[in-house]
């Protein structure tokens, strides 16, 4: 078999649910004799046809079981673990990167696996060598269409979205259809505020009917509607497309509800959102979750911190802004970012490679006091300085590196272990109208609490919790930035923030929606726009209909 990756399969390998369990290593079926290459060849041909046939219809289990198979008779067969990374990206994002460097590393001018490598890369926010790849696809394959919008968004996630215009430019001019290129345009020219022509490139799309639901979806997104636009009524036409998939429909749902949100129709618009929810059709355990913050707070003790003090670098430079998604981290690391000595590096998932690495998992609800004392004082040294050397990657002289993953409140013990003098600044905002903002997003997998009312605020009790822990193990140590406070009084609470930054007060602060940069967020176009007070209390709009969020918020919400 011709072990290059044809085309029509690039294009078509997409990663789907992970494997439910690992797979045992199947004995081959007819083996061929002991040296007989031809026919070895023949046979794991045949079961990579299978396995990509398998990964198509998201049987995962049965697909990796024939790549397996391939691999025990035909030691690191390129193709073999280039569809075993597929089948984990987005999943298991370090292992997929793991079969990707070793299919490049047998068939190093295979421009897919570059590709697909680089796109690895970047599932953990490792844009460096994810560009590398990407560029080195292009020169093995300078037309490559799917490279050059990879690049392209890796470009734009790497808060360098004018890098990324030129690439899709390019490929506009190869394929005026294919689906990502005016998707990626779109996004681009987003996170650099062009909002207007932006919205142009969607509506080509819709017209092209390239990649419709999503394009809808992203076109609300670049404005606020005063009036009902005549795209309302094409979206819900297209709702009743009987060839949409779960996923179109869940993106037409949270468009439409979008668009009558922003008309004050807000009946209207929360049944579209619930209808959102229901196609999406993702459930969250929140019982593990409980047991995984109950193991949390039984590890990180007073005592168990006391003992491992001297850990970690000391350096200043990390910033973390944690809360719940929509709390008002974007804001947050907007006015600090305005600072001429503040760098915001955006949402970066370093943190949480680490914590997989030794075994947080949120998935395990296990005793993670061992994962725990893995960390000796030595590894504590070496991982905090590898993560620094992440950080300067992304600005080499600035004295402060933002970091505003909103979930990094779960890892705040691991922080206080590898950063002992790092800036943390606690999001909080009202809880029912934190969640209501949540529960109308198109937010990914990754958010499934987000997926039904009363799971939503039993999550949030937990999220609670755990930071009234960190509050107690690490005083002193927390900035809590109140949203209510910061839109009630700009001034007076970005320069507490810049205080406890360390940092002399600069003007630009209060003006940090005039700040240069991109913007890779749901709140993209609302942090385009100075301070404003509309979204508090913004749940009595829905307060008919979030009756089970506001019983299972209990005391937490403030009615």
Known sequence: MN???????????????????????????????????????????????????????????????????????????????????????????????RYFARAVGEEPKNPYYHLSLGEAYVKVSEYSPAIMHMQYALELQPGLIEALCALGRTYTAFDKPDMALPLFEKALKINRDHPKVRAGLASALSGLGRMDEAAVYLKQAIERRIGVPAAYNDLVQTRNFTEEPEELQSILRELGNPKLGAEGAQQLHHAAGKVLNDLKRYDEAFDQFNKA??????????????????????????????????????????????????????LTEQICASHPDVHGAGELSKLRRVANAIGLRTSSAGDLSQPITSITEDLSRTLAEEHLSYLRERAPAALRVVDKTPHNFELIGLIGLLFPNARIIHCRRDAIDNCVSCFVLNFSEAHSYNTDLKTLG???????????????????????????????????????????????????????????????????????????????KRWKNYENEIQPLIQSLGDLAEI
Not at 87 to 94: A, P, V
Not at 299 to 324: I, K, Q
Not at 482 to 510: F, H, K, M, N
Request: charged letters at 25%; a positive charge.
């Open 3 to 97: 072990n290059r990756l044809p085309p029509a399969w690039s294009k078509h390998i997409k990663p789907g649910p992970a494997p439910k369990a690992k797979v045992p290593i199947a004995k081959p079926l007819a083996s061929p004799q002991k040296g007989n290459a031809q026919s070895r060849a023949q046979a794991d041909d045949a079961l990579l046809k299978q396995a990509y046939a398998f990964q198509q219809a998201k049987r995962l289990d049965e697909a990796q079981d024939r790549c397996l198979r391939v691999l025990e008779r035909t030691p690191n067969h390129p193709l073999a673990l280039y569809i075993l990374g597929t089948i984990y990206l987005g999943y298991d994002d370090e292992r997929a990167l």
């Open 277 to 330: 929810k229901q196609a999406s059709g993702q459930r969250f355990d929140i019982d593990l979750y409980r047991r995984w913050i109950d193991s949390m707070i039984e590890t990180f003790t007073p005592d168990f911190l006391a003992a491992r003090a001297g850990y970690g670098n000391p350096s200043e430079a990390p910033v973390f802004v944690v809360g719940m998604p929509r709390s008002g981290t974007t």
């Open 458 to 536: 039993l999550y949030y009790r937990e999220y609670d919790r755990l930071m009234r822990h960190w509050n107690e193990v690490f005083p002193g140590l927390i900035f809590e930035n109140r949203y209510e406070t910061l839109v009630d009084d700009q001034e007076a609470q970005s320069r507490r923030l810049i205080d406890y930054l360390g940092l002399p007060w600069d003007d630009a602060c209060l003006r940090f929606f005039d700040r240069d940069g991109s913007v890779n967020t749901p709140s993209r176009w609302q942090v385009r726009q100075p301070i404003y007070r509309s979204s508090v």
